[in-house]
């Protein structure tokens, strides 16, 4: 694809450890590689890892292309760590980075000196740790490079303690109970496998450095601990079953991409609807005549002033070193998405906040609202942000790749069949990882998955599947197959043809993608109890594969039965039809499938006890840490639903009703005065309307008392999971019955008059 206007041509990544390119270029941000077309890849990784994602291609025949010149421009990557570190500090700081060896504190300090002189000559005059809490965005608290000597005189410093540690008042964060307020404190610690980075203001800049954030009892208050943890403990599971496969390597770590969609308003019009600023979501609205019926705006032209915003954010993220990649119009009109390329999944994480805020902070710039609720505008499509997921090796091999050898396809059925049975087990725990108010309106409805969680794998690989549990040889459906002799194995083409957007959890060529995540919150909980069920998956098929190899030698064969018995356990969660459609929902149930249609439902697997087991189990989470989590969650979810009932009766009663009523005075005013002039049979029909109109209005003024009586009802709910289970229930019928007839009204109110930005105007004014 090439983008006209930066000159700068993107081509299909590659993975890293294979360099195709052949001449090497010297530059300031990093290595760059020429290959003998003169188009220059160039390696972003900055201080992450060699064996993870792939490159921005620049090619040499646009040269104004400009991403070379600022990617990772702000962050402290392996070429600013060369430039800035003595060089057995740079090594040592690479062992930590690249091979996860704990950090050598000796070397601290000397990483402390380096980080502020590259931060200060680029403008920073503060450093904040920068950490994810439990609430949805990120938190940072700045102080300065400043001390006093012994003499008093002020001096720029930034010591080892500061960059490693850090006490921001924890006081004010949600811990669920975990920190009572007499040691309210919490300590954020430097996270060295994402880089730190230089955040712009117009007056200065600061240094962030990425941190995760704790209880002074090492309970983790935020969501970046869990994440790292739950990685290391898919690693450790992942390598010991390479290793019964007989293949040897150091690390396996998860790779995300994760497609953040959002959509784009007008700022004037947003600033007259405090439902979308405050809430994020429009609460009352009808629907357009003209809707996404028509589906003309999916990878149509995007307008001029929407790319010259994208190019904008772009800019600022591809100075963070974050690999935005691919930009395009949604299926619903002012929808539309940025796909990043790649990452290891703490480094994606942490780059998807930074996107998420970016293109809010931009978008205002260009006097534009942008939303990243999952529902923003009822009877259209939702936004999600479609996790694509697979596991690399050390030396930078994909397992969810399809292999050339019978051998490295046995390891890739391991792998995928090892997915199938972390999805089957936890399917309902998945689902609960990505349970919000927002979500929770978009599972199930237009193009959205629904909240039931299966596998789709295509019909190429399911009829291998179903082929090696029957035990017989391969048949027709696989495209390519060959007796082996040794095993069964069939040679598995990559087959990206085969997709089915309607399914929550599909495989997709050499990946999965978990589409359920919704579009505003941070992938790292997903992410977390996606990586832990996987490694309770592979530690099961370890142990049983270890066991089976005590009483025979050949290891093909045994790999063979474990497969056999893992695909017909596992055979439930896979499905290929329609996600969309009621016989599913049938079928799902038949099969004994958890469907967990809202938040407050979902939440209680959290508190489970096979889940408490499980996250102990593998050092993630522990009890206390679930539990607080667990009433983090309910209390926002309940909070954030009351809020919107509370915008609802506002808008209603300081809105709407004013308007109704002037109508309905003008109507009345018109046809008493056409009753004075004449006695025309067209007065009763008109009569008629205005009484329609008038009972309309009775009817809001009616549903909104009730939706008040409800609201303070359930606000004096003492038990929080009652009162989330009311606020699913209740609450949120009694605001969408007060909705009906408010746009009921909206369609027979005269536009001037209509005190809120319509549908139409929203969605269709460029
Ligand atoms: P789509 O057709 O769904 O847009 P793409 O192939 O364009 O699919 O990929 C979308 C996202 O998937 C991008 O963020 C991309 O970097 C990511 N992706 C591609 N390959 C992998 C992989 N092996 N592991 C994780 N994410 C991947
Ligand atoms: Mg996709």
């Not at 077309?37 to 090619?59: E, N, Q, W």
């Not at 969501?223 to 990685?231: A, C, G, I, Q």
């Not at 906040?353 to 710039?365: G, P, S, Y």
């Not at 007065?683 to 008392?705: F, M, N, P």
Request: charged fraction near 25%.
């Amino acid at each position: 694809m090439l983008d006209k206007e930066s000159g700068v041509r993107y081509v299909k990544t590659f993975p890293a450890g294979k360099k195709s390119a052949r001449h090497r270029i010297p530059s300031p941000f990093g290595e760059v590689f020429a290959d003998r077309f003169g188009t220059c890849l160039l390696s972003f990784l900055g201080p992450t890892s060699r064996r993870c994602t792939g490159a921005i291609v620049m090619d040499k025949r646009h040269p104004s292309g400009t991403i070379l010149d600022i990617f990772g421009k702000n962050t402290f990557n392996r070429g600013a760590m060369r430039e800035k570190l003595p060089k057995t500090v740079f090594e040592s700081l690479l062992g930590t980075i690249e091979r996860g060896e704990p950090i050598d504190p000796d070397i601290v300090p000397a990483v402390a000196h380096g980080m502020k002189e590259w931060a200060m000559e680029r403008g920073a005059t503060h450093y904040c740790h920068w950490f994810q809490p439990m609430t949805g965005s990120t938190a940072e608290k700045h102080d300065a490079f400043l001390a006093f000597d012994s003499e008093q005189n002020p001096m720029e410093r930034f010591s080892g303690s500061q960059l490693i540690q850090g006490e921001p008042d924890a006081s004010s964060f949600p811990s669920g109970g975990m920190r009572t307020t007499f040691e309210a404190r919490g300590y954020t610690a430097w996270d060295p496998s994402s880089p730190a980075f230089i955040m712009e203001g117009p007056h200065g800049a600061t240094l962030c450095i990425p941190s995760i954030f704790l209880s002074y009892h090492g309970g983790p208050l935020d969501k970046k601990t869990p994440l790292l943890r739950s990685v290391e403990a898919l690693s450790k599971a992942a390598v010991r079953m390479l290793r019964l496969l007989g293949r040897e390597t150091s690390r396996v770590v998860p790779q995300a991409g994760c497609e953040q969609e959002y959509f784009l308003v007008d700022g004037k019009l947003y600033e007259r609807r405090p439902d979308l600023m405050v809430a994020g979501r429009t609460l009352l609205g009808a629907a357009p005549p003209k809707g996404q019926q028509m589906e003309d705006h999916y990878f149509g032209s995007i307008p001029p002033r929407i790319l010259h915003f994208m190019q904008d954010a772009e800019r600022e993220l591809y100075k963070l070193g974050v690999p935005a990649k691919t930009r395009h119009n949604e299926v619903a009109p002012h929808q539309f998405e940025l796909a990043p390329i790649y990452e290891d999944v703490n480094l994606a994480a942490d780059h998807n906040q930074l996107v998420m805020e970016f293109l809010k902070k931009v978008a205002a710039r260009h006097g534009l609202a942008l939303l990243l609720h999952e529902k923003p505008f009822a009877g259209i499509n939702g936004s999600g942000k479609h996790n694509n997921w697979s596991l690399t090796d050390a030396e930078g091999n994909n397992l969810f790749e399809p292999g050339s050898t019978p051998h490295e396809n046995l390891q890739f059925l391991i792998f995928l069949v090892a997915a199938l049975k972390a999805v089957s087990k936890r399917a309902a725990l998945l689902r609960c990882s990505i349970a919000s108010a927002g979500n929770d309106l978009r599972l199930g409805a237009n193009e959205a998955p629904p909240a039931i969680i299966s596998v789709f794998l295509g019909e190429q690989l399911s009829a291998i599947l179903d082929h090696l549990e029957s035990g017989q040889p391969n048949g027709e459906t696989a495209r390519e197959s060959i007796d082996l002799g040794i095993s069964k194995i069939p040679l598995i083409s990559r087959d990206n043809t085969d997709r089915n957007r309607t399914s929550p959890f599909a495989f997709t060529g050499n990946k999965f993608e978990f589409r359920a995540v919704p579009s505003s919150m941070s992938i790292s909980i997903p992410h977390t109890v996606l990586a832990t069920a996987m490694a309770e998956a592979l530690d099961e098929m370890s142990g049983k594969l270890e066991k089976a190899l005590e009483n025979t030698e050949n290891r093909d064969h045994a790999i063979l039965s474990l497969l056999r018995a893992e695909i017909a356990a596992t055979r439930k969660i896979r499905f290929e039809g329609d996600n969309y459609s009621d016989q599913w929902l049938q079928e799902a149930e038949r099969r004994g499938l958890p469907n967990l249609p809202d938040t407050p439902r979902a939440m209680k697997l959290w508190i489970d006890g096979s889940t408490k087991e499980l996250f102990q189990r593998y050092g993630v989470f522990d009890e206390t840490d679930l539990h607080s989590r667990y009433q983090i969650k309910l209390e926002q979810y309940v909070k954030q639903i009351e809020i919107e009932a509370a915008l609802v009766v506002d808008l209603v009663e300081q809105d709407i009703l004013g308007a109704c009523f002037e109508q309905q005075s003008r109507t009345a005013q018109s046809i008493a005065h056409l009753a004075v002039v004449t006695e025309s049979p067209h007065l009763a029909v008109q009569k008629e309307y205005l009484d329609r109109y008038s009972r309309l209005l009775s009817d809001l003024i009616t549903k909104v008392g009730h939706l008040k009586r409800l609201r303070d009802e359930i606000r004096e709910e003492p038990d929080l999971e009652k009162k989330g289970s009311r606020t699913s229930t209740d609450l949120l019928g009694a605001m969408e019955e007060v909705r009906k007839t408010a746009d009921a009204l909206e369609l027979q109110t005269d536009s001037k008059r209509w005190p809120l930005p319509s549908y139409l105007e929203l969605l269709f004014q460029h």
